[in-house]
């Protein structure tokens, strides 16, 4: 007990240290989340927030709450919120959090359970958006140490988030269906001035969006439904191979430095075929201020790999309650008016990206938001997650160190799957996960 | 509370009455004196004592707070990655070190010998003091306006000249040449002001009377104005050790640790570690391993210092 005790001493200590040395931070700094009539949300800065941010004088409107939504840059807002569990700080009654948390939040039972406070399951609403709020998952692979845990709601998407894929109609008015004719297309159009395909290839995160739909088409994947690394198997290597060695004979020079903003740049420049994209992306950059290809773009889902399948990825970010809220049924109420249709129709209307079907498929909203009704068959397909671990943060790391060396040709693609796959293996061991 | 009230209750009898002889036989000057260092003291304890207590106790404990001995060095140790990182930090340590001090000290020895204006000397200083000064987020994101392959300024000129496009972010030697120059870029600044400062301390009757005797300029450097800056280059290398181990934003911005590694050096991966892997144990290991390699470092490089300034 005494143990624990100077543990939580210490941990509100290290909270209290890295809060002051948190920087890039904006919005409203909170008193705290006790206070009726308030609810402080933790957010991403960027799109992902900008339709709640149209969403708060609305709510202040029809239920007299304020929204104090305090914005956090990407890597700022995982750490804040992981220091902030640890601590048990009563500072935020809702967070927004992207889906790869979810199994490091959920591990260490950091949120309230959202079926007990009312909200529940709508037919409206994709199956897997559920899925994926859920914890532990309810299909896949599974953490040992959660096995014994009954799986319950802990996140509702308020980004509906799928990696989809764009192409330039106004040069092949035929969609790509498979990853042949994406490779063929890429070719036929790559000339000086356009490139055949955008590689988003930047080290770790970047690089890792870009490749998992390209590797679950091809039939690999990182583990099996036991935790065993899979990522050096026939399939695994097919796909490196052809993002390594067919995609980047095609791209754009400087493959290995790119990020989405770079991609969507070209992309808007003119000077992109084709390449993978997030439904946040779309409207801000590729088609937003200045671009050259309004109304010559075209989205579609994934494309087939060699097993005929196309398979995207969520990237959806959900809002979640802290266990250590004081204000959870009122964060709760939030989250079920949120998702309300009416509201999410005027939450796609301010940038938001919703999650029901029906208002992604509302023909009222499809100008604006050409990629709706792809997403809307996306959320339905459904798109795979990412490995629900709390170790993903190193295992992503691992893979994209060595694809992004495979980009710069530092590794041959054979190197990346066997270095990759062996430090996955080590890692994976180490945390106690029965990985062979 | 005195210091004699203090040391009552240490429980140490012995120990306290040799604190109470040792102070009541120092001068009120003196006790004065101690007394005015104590909000130093315990800002230190508060900012560095503490932290590295709680990092030495969260290396020795689990997530769960359970004690765990070694276990996290172990890890630590084994990761294959950490050799990398101290591989990359050695070579970034290699190019920029040597660099900054040699283009510090010649420019420094240039303005001293030739430059007789005050005001171009103050004007020097200025120029000098601004790459010092902007935040280093700053100067990655401006330096990525220069390297960037499509957009850079480097591109573009090279283009207009009819060269090809170089991959400076994304061809792991150039990488490696392209965040280097950034840190020679703003820190070889500093080098030259110290060095100007210790330049202005050297006695003009010794390197008048070694002129008189026909000493060569290298003479004069090799046998006078080094020994006065011998102390300050290793002050120099005291700093800018301490800051190649912590580099960090510039890199990020510009490379964010790639390509693969190459640019992965031991303060990004430890951020990796403690912030992106949520693994404090492992990232605490570290950091005192890191410490207690960089406190035998110092101490070694502290025995070239002249006693006076130990």
Request: no cysteine; net charge negative; charged share 30%.
């Given at each position: 007990m005494k143990v624990s005790r100077f543990r939580a001493a210490l941990t509100a200590a290290v909270v209290i240290v890295l809060a002051g040395c948190q920087g890039g931070t904006t919005g409203s700094s909170s008193s705290g989340g006790g206070g009726s009539g308030k609810l402080t949300i933790a957010a991403v800065q960027g799109v992902e927030d900008a339709g709640l941010k149209a969403l708060k004088p609305m709510y202040k409107q029809a239920k007299g709450v304020d929204l104090d939504i305090v914005e956090s840059p990407y890597d700022d807002l995982y750490t804040k919120l992981v220091n902030s569990f640890k601590a048990n700080d009563a500072t935020y009654d809702l967070v927004m959090m992207d889906d790869p948390w979810m199994p490091k939040f959920g591990t260490d039972n950091s949120?309230?359970?959202l079926g007990a406070l009312g909200i529940s399951k709508d037919p409206d609403i994709a199956q897997v958006v559920w899925d994926v709020g859920t914890w532990p998952p309810p299909r896949g692979a599974v953490p040992p140490s959660e096995k014994s845990k009954t799986p319950g709601l802990y996140g509702v998407t308020i980004v509906g988030n799928v990696e989809m894929f764009m192409y330039r109609k106004d040069l092949t008015p035929t969609a790509p269906a498979s990853y042949d004719d994406v490779l063929a297309n890429a070719k036929a159009q790559n000339n000086g001035g356009v490139a055949g395909y955008l590689i988003r290839g930047k080290a770790t995160n970047p690089v890792v969006a870009d490749f998992l739909p390209i590797l679950w088409s091809f039939g690999g994947d990182v583990f099996d439904e036991n935790w065993n690394v899979v990522f050096d198997n026939q399939q695994s290597v097919a796909a490196i191979n052809y993002l390594l060695v067919d995609l980047k004979g095609t791209?754009?020079?400087?493959?290995?430095?790119?990020?989405a903003a770079d991609r969507d740049r070209l992309m808007a420049a003119g000077q992109g075929y084709q390449s993978s994209v997030w439904p946040g992306e779309v409207n801000t950059a590729v088609l937003g201020e200045g671009t050259t290809v309004k109304d010559k773009v075209a989205f579609i889902p994934i494309p087939k790999g060699p097993g005929g399948k196309g398979v995207g990825m969520m990237g959806n970010w959900m809002l979640g309650i802290p266990k250590a809220s004081k204000n959870q049924q009122a964060a709760a109420d939030f989250i079920k008016w949120m998702l309300q249709a009416d509201t999410q129709k005027s939450y796609a209307q301010n940038n938001g990206i919703p999650s029901r079907t029906s208002v992604l498929k509302d023909s009222s909203l499809a100008a604006a938001n050409p990629y709706f009704p792809v997403l809307a068959d996306a959320l339905q397909a459904p798109p795979n997650w990412r490995p629900r671990t709390d170790q993903w943060n190193a295992v992503e790391k691992i893979l994209g160190t060595h694809l992004n060396a495979g980009l710069a040709g530092q590794e041959t693609p054979q190197d990346v799957a066997t270095k990759a796959a062996a430090e996955v293996r080590t890692l994976m061991k180490g945390a106690g996960y029965p990985t062979q | 509370m005195s210091v004699e009230d203090l040391t009552a209750n240490t429980g140490g009898l012995a120990f306290g009455a040799r604190l109470r002889t040792t102070w009541s036989a120092r001068s009120g000057q003196e006790r004065l004196g101690l007394r005015l260092l104590l909000p130093v003291f315990g800002l230190v304890v508060v900012i560095a004592t503490i932290p590295f207590i709680l990092a030495v106790y969260t290396a020795l404990t689990?997530?769960?707070?359970?004690l765990v001995g070694l276990r996290n060095f172990e890890r630590a140790l084994a990761n294959p990655r950490l050799v990398e990182a101290f591989k990359e930090t050695l070579i970034y340590a290699a190019i920029v070190l040597p660099t900054e001090i040699l283009l510090g000290l010649g420019l420094a020895l240039l303005v001293h010998r030739t430059v007789r204006s005050v005001a171009i000397r103050a004007l020097i200083y200025v120029a000098a003091m601004i790459p010092i000064v902007i935040p280093q987020v700053a100067v990655g994101v401006v330096f990525r306006l220069v390297y960037a392959s499509d957009y850079g300024v480097l591109n573009l000129v090279l283009g207009k000249s009819g060269h090809d496009q170089i991959l400076w972010l994304s061809v792991p030697s150039l990488a490696m040449f392209s965040v280097a120059t950034v840190d020679i870029w703003q820190w070889t600044p500093f080098v030259y002001l110290i060095m100007f400062a210790g330049l202005q301390t050297v006695s003009q009757e010794s390197v008048e009377a070694a002129q008189v005797d026909g000493a060569s300029s290298w003479a004069q450097f090799r046998h006078i104005e080094l020994n006065y800056l011998r102390p300050l280059l290793l002050l120099v290398l005291f700093f800018r050790i301490a800051d190649v181990l912590r580099v960090f934003d510039h890199v990020y911005v510009l490379t964010g640790g790639g390509p693969g590694a190459t640019t992965q050096f031991l303060s990004l991966y430890l951020y990796d570690v403690a912030f992106?892997?949520?693994d404090l144990g492992q990232a605490s290991a570290l950091a005192v391993v890191v410490m207690a390699a960089m406190t035998f470092f110092y101490t070694v490089i502290s025995r070239f210092l002249p006693a006076e300034r130990r």
């Open positions: 949120l309230v359970e791209a754009q020079p400087d493959p290995a430095n790119a990020d | 689990s997530d769960s707070g359970e992106k892997f949520s």
